[in-house]
């Protein structure tokens, strides 16, 4: 299995990248064989979207053709996103923008929103509301807010609020059973072909 982790924050170094590679460890543990990327938006690696994405120009295809096809590989989906004025940072945004059905279509994706004090729900909200329509991506129902990210999931363990830290590494982990078990479940659908169809290549 294959399951790329998208640290949607900007920032470099970030909470949501630590957040990230918690998850990534949490994944490796449970399978070793499987492979656990990370996509990071750090640093803002993806210009903003234009019209000349859709016009195969060379300079995007350039820097999204290896983009697309990890996430063409991968089988589901981690979407790490910070909480900005209770908001989704415009980079995570911008990154659905540039992925299509072909990379994200019909696959699972756990939702993790990260907040520093007891925030974190708008972003649940508004990627559930508009960031799935044209990509197709499917959220699962499970989902994580990591609340007071600074006293949690550090590694050095002094860092760590002891009771919250080891609530969220439990749910984190079920959450990641949940999200796997998805994705074995959804492979077989796509392959059946039941997805594909031409005149409907747009949600509504």
């Given at each position: 299995m294959r399951i790329t982790i998208v640290s949607g924050s900007h920032r470099n170094p970030s909470q949501s990248m630590k957040?990230?590679?918690?998850i990534q460890t949490a994944l490796q543990n449970k399978q070793p064989t499987d492979t656990i990327e990370i996509f990071s938006l750090a640093d803002n690696p993806l210009p903003l979207w234009d019209q000349s994405v859709w016009e195969n120009d060379p300079g995007w295809q350039e820097l999204l053709d290896p983009l697309h096809?990890?996430?063409r590989a991968s089988d589901g989906f981690v979407i790490v996103s910070p909480e900005w004025h209770?908001?989704?940072?415009?980079g995570l945004k911008n990154?659905?923008?540039l992925c299509s059905v072909?990379?994200?279509g019909h696959k699972p994706a756990l939702i993790v929103t990260v907040s520093s004090i007891d925030g974190g729900a708008y972003p649940v909200a508004e990627l559930r509301m508009s960031s799935y329509k044209n990509n197709r991506i499917c959220y699962i129902p499970e989902q994580i807010i990591v609340r007071k990210v600074?006293?949690?999931l550090n590694d050095d363990v002094q860092q760590n609020d002891p009771r919250n830290d080891e609530y969220y590494r439990?749910?984190?982990s079920w959450a990641l059973d949940i999200l796997t078990a998805y994705a074995t479940a959804m492979?077989?659908?796509r392959e059946s072909g039941v997805t594909e169809n031409k005149l409907f290549k747009n949600g509504m």
């Open positions: 957040v990230a590679r918690h096809q990890q996430l209770g908001q989704v940072p415009s990154f659905f923008l072909r990379e994200l600074e006293q949690v439990q749910r984190i492979k077989p659908l």
